[in-house]
């Protein structure tokens, strides 16, 4: 048995050890927690960002394939517009590597319209408006099944995230 003085400073030493370490403990618990939501958050909503700049991806590939049918049927050439890939691409491999599959295919995809675009242009390549027009039927289905894979994709993230 301790006598009375042994025992109350005993339970000094183990009550300041106690609040010192609570001092220390709580709050850098606590921080670790609020950085870990914020970058979450933060996480969350580049992904948000991610599929909006893919629909923006999708949106340029499909007036890409309207162009090469306007070469060859009278219907009015399409108003161009910009191709945010090189952001998406950067985007995606920063905040969400898991999808990189999928936008490495969107990319592909995008590097073949845009090369066969400038083959054409320049005159290095030449189609007859049947095979414009099979290529367009081609690259159609493709560039569909591709986006709709990335937004799937993109959308189980985000509920992973989400949680």
């Known amino acids: ?18 609040s010192i370490l609570s001092g220390l403990v709580i709050p850098y618990v606590t921080q670790r ?37 306007s070469w060859v049927s009278p219907t009015p050439k399409p108003e161009e517009v910009e191709n945010p890939l090189h952001e998406l691409v ?9 999808l990189e599959p999928e936008v490495m295919l969107l990319s ?26 099979d290529y367009v039927i081609k690259h159609k289905p493709e560039s569909d099944e591709a986006f709709e894979n990335f937004v799937s994709s993109t959308k189980n993230l985000r509920e992973k995230l989400s949680k």
Not at 33 to 57: G, H, P, Q, W
Not at 90 to 98: C, K, R, V
């Open 90 to 98: 950067g985007l995606t491999l920063f905040y969400a590597p898991s």
């Open 108 to 133: 592909k995809i995008v590097g073949n319209l845009h090369k066969t675009r400038l083959e054409l242009e320049t005159g290095l390549k030449t189609l007859t408006p049947r095979e414009v027009m």
């Open 1 to 18: 048995m301790l006598d009375q003085n042994t025992t109350i400073i005993l339970a000094a030493a183990i009550g300041a050890g106690a």
């Open 33 to 69: 927690l609020n950085k870990k939501e914020e970058t979450r958050k933060f996480t969350l909503e580049k992904v948000e960002e991610i599929y909006f700049l893919a629909s923006d991806v999708k949106l340029w590939i499909d007036t890409q394939l309207w162009l090469f049918a």
